[in-house]
């Protein structure tokens, strides 16, 4: 009785490892559906809007010099005009902007603040190609995360060959609220949306 009391717990001790683990496979999977769930929700959101509305502070890092610039982006997931509200000097400078290519055509002046990544990536795209990346990248990765004192959904991208993104998506609300892209692993821009609506 004694022998066979042992093997039942010897049994019961192996099993709980293998129960654990697939506990925990479990939760895994099932925090990856609701970020998948999450996920999939912004890109509808993105793609159904009859209009998009954003502007953001950018700050592009070359290296040696920094940038600032604060540009407004008007139209839909498709096609629309990205204006650059700062710094003044070249304020009001307009340029039209076609999915998924993101070409800017600018009618008039043109911004030369030379490129930022290996790929050609500029400052003034850089939200533009943010907003095609969440309507149409693929999400390498997908995590919780804290920004600030509001719950975030962070998904990464890749964008070219060298170029990455990182967006945080604020999970009640689900619109972005900080990005960053990576040229070659090293942060080249940061973007903070200062408003979006989504209409």
Do not use: H
């Not at 953001?56 to 920094?66: E, L, P, Q, R, S």
């Not at 290996?118 to 693929?138: E, K, R």
């Not at 719950?151 to 990005?179: C, G, H, M």
Request: a negative charge; charged letters at 25%; proline letters at 4%.
């Amino acid at each position: 009785m004694r022998e066979s009391t042992m093997r039942t717990m010897a049994r019961a001790i192996r099993i709980i490892p293998i129960a654990a683990a697939a506990l925990a496979l479990l939760v895994s999977c099932s925090q990856r559906a609701a970020l998948e769930d999450l996920e999939a929700n912004i890109r509808d959101s993105l793609r159904g809007a009859e209009g998009i509305e954003a502007t953001a502070n950018i700050t592009a890092d070359y290296g040696d010099d920094v940038f600032d610039f604060t540009v407004k982006y008007i139209g839909t997931a498709d096609m629309g005009t990205v204006e650059i509200l700062e710094p003044d000097i070249v304020a009001g400078v307009v340029a039209k902007v076609t999915f998924p290519e993101c070409y800017l055509e600018y009618d008039g002046a043109s911004v030369e603040s030379g490129p930022l990544t290996g790929d050609g990536l500029s400052p003034v795209q850089a939200l533009p190609v943010l907003l095609g990346q969440w309507t149409d990248g693929y999400a390498e990765i997908m995590s919780s995360e804290r920004v600030g004192s509001a719950d975030a959904l962070a998904i990464e991208t890749r964008i070219t060959d060298t170029a990455s993104q990182k967006t945080w998506f604020n999970s009640e609300t689900l619109l972005p609220v900080r990005s960053e892209i990576y040229d070659m692993g090293k942060m080249v821009v940061s973007c903070t949306v200062e408003s979006i609506l989504i209409r």
